[in-house]
Each structure stands twice: as C-alpha cells, then as structure tokens.
C-alpha cells in the first residue's frame, strides 16, 4: 500500500476516533444535564408536598385553638409557632427518605431580609444555603417577614453521577477497547508495510545474488564451446573452475536458505561432540585466506584461551565464525583489518570478532539480529546479502546457551563477542 493511502486512512480513523469520543462526551454532558433536571425537579415536589402539609396542619382546627392561646399569651405570633422545628425536620426528613436523600442534605428556615437563621440543620452551610437554588417561599404560611425554607445538597454531583454510574464507565470501556483497537490496527498496518519492504529487498537480492554466479558461469560455458579453445588448454581450465567456483557460490546460497528454513520449523539438526574452538577459527580463516589476500587485508589472531574445546556442533560453529568473518571483510572499506581473539572466562570461552569497517549506528543496532534484517545504508555500500547470517549466528549461538553481543562504532568498526559455555548444549 502507497504511503500517502496509509496516511489517508489513519487520519480518517483518528478523525473518525476523536469524532466518536467527543460525540460520547456530549452525550455523556447531555445525560448529565437531564438527570440534574430530573434531581432538581423532584426536589421541588418533595418541598412542594411539604408545603402542602404544613398548610394542612395550619387549617386543622385543633392546630387554630392552640394558635388562639398562643396569640392570647404573647400577643405575637413567631415563624415556630406555624412552622414548628421539630415537624420541619421530621417532614423534610420523610419527604428526602422518599427519595433515597438520607444525611446527604442540610436546611434551614431564615429571614431574607436580614439573613437571620431561624431553625434547621445547617451548622458550618450558611453561605450554601443563602446561595442554594433550593429557596421555598413560607409566605403562605407565616408574614409579615420574608421567611424561606433553603436546602443545600453538598453531594449533589456525586448523588447525580450515581444514577450515570453504569452508562458512563459502560461507555469508557468501549472507548479503551475501540483506542486498543485502533493503535493495533496501525501498529499492523506498519508492521505489514515494513514486512513488505523487507520481502521486496529480499527478492531483489535474492535475485542479484543468483544472477551473477548464472551469467557468469553461462559466458564461461560459451567461451568453452568455441571451437578454437581447444588449442588453448590453459584457458579451458580456467572457465571450467570459474564454473566450478561459480557453482560452488549458489550451492553454499542454497545451502544458507535451506539451513533458515530448517530454523524456521525448528527441524535444523544439532550433533553433541567435543568441538576445538581454534581449529574452528583456523579452518574459517584458511577458507577466507585467498579472500583475504586479494584485498590486502591485515589479519591479526590471538587465540589466547587455554581451555578450547566445548560440546557443541561443529558444523553450525564453524559457520556461526564463517558468517562473521565474512561481514568482517564484507563490511570494510580500504585497507581493512580484521583480528579474532579468544579467552577464557568464567564457565567457558569467549570469541570475539573485531574489524574496522564501516559499523553500525546506533539505533540499527538491535535489529542486526532478527530475520532479513539489513540496516539500510543505501547507495553507499554494496555489500549484498540477505539479512539471514547474523539471525543464523544469533539461533545457533542461543542453542549452545551462549551469548553473543555487538559493539560498535560507525566508521570505526565493529566488535562481535561471541561466549560459548564449555558444556550446556540443550538436549
Ligand atoms: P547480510 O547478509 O546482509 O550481511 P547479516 O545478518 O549477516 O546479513 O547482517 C545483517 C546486517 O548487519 C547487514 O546487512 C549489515 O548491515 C550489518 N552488519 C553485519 N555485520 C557487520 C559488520 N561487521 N560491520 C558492519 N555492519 C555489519
């Protein structure tokens, strides 16, 4: 898929995300907003009904006889004397009970016009309940004055989000599980992409890496089959062995392919016997020597451990340092050097393979060892491979229980230690 398409798509479903989210904010707000409407209103009828009882208890005609005795004793009539304390308390106690309010509320009933408290529960709520837009009017009740009953919930939002509580974090989960989704999709989206990328290379080289050694050895069969080439022995011999080198390059080609595929399903073969390390390393390097020298390259070995041999498998061994050696001289430039020194350690052998070429940057360095991975240098460097060597060294290293670690500078060099253990193969 084209980049710009990628690009497109995931703007669109981030857009499309954020759409999603404010939409469920709003609703969210608007659910909100009506149940606070639905709270207030059957706040209001619940003092509303108790208006209504305190008017009945005032028309009771027991209730007038006592107001009578009362108006005959003292002249003048208090707000208490109709609006008792303790009936207050007890109605608006029943009508929130009703409602499921149960301490969740303080009120009182005061004098608007000079905010004189007169009686109720509302010890440190002043200030709320002067503010509340709870106020009921008693005015039908009791005058002169400008008496109001107040009421103040502190946990109103709290009471409100309560009846919210299952559709709000109902709806939080599906938004988490809807931004999981949509990060793993890209995260797939580029993942493939990469893959893609990766697979394409792949082929290319692939295709480069079997090209030459074909064309080569067919202009060399060519040259075989002109007529005049017999008088020349010297000659047949030599675009006989380019054939031969030349066959011999697509077979350890093929050879490397099959061993990956044979990694890949878990099916490559490892034998347990006693392997001499340096023997290894100078057989690897008597197979480079010839390499070595075309390039006039410095060759430096220090086999400085004393114990060499471990159990492992000879064959992966040798082309775990074959493998190096060979990015060793594949990745150097001008006059290069190359030094293999190894000694011993704690419970085994360390090998370390060292060059001056081109290194690694940083950041590629913890990709070198996965599948088909090849840090991407560009035109600037021609070496050609696959990305399959150092994810080859990497699975025989590991099945040994080894370890392998890089260090590396760019345009320094590159260092690979390699520790084997005497003995630990894995069954
Ligand atoms: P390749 O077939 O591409 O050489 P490898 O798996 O052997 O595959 O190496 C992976 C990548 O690591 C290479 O493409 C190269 O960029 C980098 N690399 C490996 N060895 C060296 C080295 N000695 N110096 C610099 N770069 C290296």
Redesign the pocket.
């Known amino acids: 898929m084209k980049k710009k398409a990628i690009m497109i798509i995931i703007v669109l479903a981030a857009a499309s995300l954020i759409g999603i989210i404010l939409t469920q904010l709003y609703w969210v707000g608007q659910a909100y907003a009506l149940k606070e409407d639905q709270f207030d209103h059957s706040i209001r009828i619940s003092m509303k009904s108790m208006m209504n009882q305190l008017q009945d208890h005032k028309n009771d005609s027991v209730f007038r006889e006592e107001l009578e005795k009362i108006r005959c004793r003292k002249l003048k009539i208090d707000v208490t004397d109709i609006i008792e304390p303790h009936m207050l308390d007890s109605l608006i106690n029943q009508e929130f009970y009703l409602m499921q309010i149960n301490n969740d509320y303080y009120y009182a009933l005061y004098n608007k016009m000079n905010d004189r408290f007169v009686t109720g529960d509302y010890d440190g709520y002043e200030n709320e309940l002067l503010n509340s837009k709870f106020q009921f009017s008693v005015a039908s009740l009791y005058k002169p004055g400008d008496y109001f009953v107040s009421v103040y919930f502190p946990s109103k939002k709290y009471l409100v989000m309560e009846q919210l509580n299952f559709w709000v974090i109902l709806s939080i989960i599906f938004l988490i599980v809807l931004l999981i989704n949509f990060m793993y999709v890209i995260y797939t989206l580029f993942r493939q992409k990469k893959l893609s990328e990766v697979k394409n290379d792949f082929i290319n080289n692939l295709t480069h890496e079997f090209k030459t050694p074909i064309a080569t050895s067919s202009l060399a069969a060519e040259m075989l089959l002109r007529p005049e080439i017999e008088k020349e022995p010297a000659k047949i011999q030599r675009y006989a062995s380019v054939i031969l080198d030349e066959n011999h390059r697509l077979q350890d080609q093929v050879e490397q392919m099959l061993q990956i595929a044979a990694l890949e399903t878990g099916s490559l073969h490892y034998r347990s016997l006693k392997v001499d390390i340096h023997q290894l390393i100078h057989n690897v390097l008597n197979s480079f020597e010839i390499l070595m020298k075309e390039r006039q390259m410095d060759l430096q070995v220090k086999l400085d451990a004393k114990e060499h041999f471990i159990i492992g498998d000879r064959e992966h061994l040798q082309n775990v340092f074959s493998?190096l050696v060979d990015?060793?001289i594949?990745?150097s430039s001008g006059k290069a050097q190359v030094k293999i020194s190894t000694w011993n350690v704690h419970g085994g052998i360390m090998i370390r393979v060292e060059?001056n070429?081109?290194?690694?940057r940083k950041e590629y360095q913890k990709h070198?060892f996965k599948k088909l991975?090849?840090?991407p240098?560009g035109n600037i460097h021609e070496?050609r491979?696959?990305?399959?060597?150092?994810?080859y060294v990497k699975a025989v290293v590991d099945h040994h229980n080894g370890r392998i670690v890089l260090n590396?500078q760019p345009g320094t060099g590159?260092s690979f230690n390699v520790f084997l253990p005497f003995k630990s193969q894995k069954k």
Not at 357 to 360: E, L, Q, S
Not at 385 to 391: D, Q, R, S, V
């Open positions: 493998n990015n060793a594949k990745y060059d070429g081109i290194g690694i070198i991975y090849r840090v240098t070496a491979g696959f990305g399959l060597g150092l994810y590396s590159s």
